[in-house]
T-cell receptor, first 114, second 115 residues
């Protein structure tokens, strides 16, 4: 079974530029999550989708971050314009709807904002 | 609001020694509890979880954790550490009966293993 795929693995941009990250969850997983992991900290949930609807985006900085999950499969997280404090690893995870609470994580996309 | 505290940022143990990683949580009710491991450059992998029942739960890679309601703790243990266990460990809590949603993670404990 293929795992959660993310790209790109690494991205370096200047502040005020834009960036987009892509995630393809495990086949059949209805729930998709984007987490932000700042160096030295635990992951923080940015947004959660159930199929193609948003369940929770309360911690997403909506003035600069946006995310979509068209057709309920893969998802894109965009940051525009980026700030220095957005430097982090962006983790995508998926789980079965109504599942046992196990999240399957991708390897993450590391963003450095200069 | 829920929170998770992992008091030890770094722990170093010798290979073959026992290990205990601490986790304390604050939650309105008994949450669902998880331990995840993150190896360098990798995503997080679930080690074990507690929903209800027996307070000592077994996980993968020889890990176990004990839920203590009176202490709001869910400490992770391993009797004999292997060099490959060097990684970062995260404790997490989630709302009961809705386990897949809104996990809150602790800050993590980085484990180093001495030969």
């Amino acid at each position: 079974e293929a795992g959660v795929a993310q790209s790109p693995r690494y991205k370096i941009i200047e502040k005020r530029q834009s960036v987009a990250f892509w995630c393809n969850p495990i086949s059949g997983h209805a729930t998709l999550y984007w987490y932000q992991q700042i160096l030295g900290q635990g992951p923080k949930l940015l947004i959660q989708f159930q199929n193609n609807g948003v369940v929770d985006d309360s911690q997403l900085p909506k003035d600069r971050f946006s995310a979509e999950r068209l057709k309920g499969v893969d998802s894109t997280l965009k940051i525009q314009p980026a700030k220095l404090e957005d430097s982090a690893v962006y983790l995508c995870a998926s789980s079965k709807a109504g599942g046992t609470g196990e999240l399957f994580f991708g390897e993450g996309s590391r963003l450095t904002v200069l | 609001a829920q929170s998770v505290t992992q008091p030890d940022i770094h722990i170093t143990v010798s290979e073959g020694a026992s290990l205990e990683l601490r986790c304390n949580y604050s939650y309105g009710a008994t949450p669902y509890l998880f331990w995840y491991v993150q190896s360098p450059g990798q995503g997080l992998q679930l080690l074990l979880k507690y929903f209800s029942g027996d307070t000592l739960v077994q996980g993968i890679k020889g890990f176990e954790a004990e839920f203590k309601r009176s202490q709001s703790s869910f400490n992770l243990r391993k009797p004999s550490v292997h060099w490959s266990d060097a990684a970062e460990y995260f404790c997490a809590v989630g709302p009961p009966h809705n386990a897949g949603n809104m996990l809150t993670f602790g800050g993590g404990t980085r484990l180093m293993v001495k030969p």
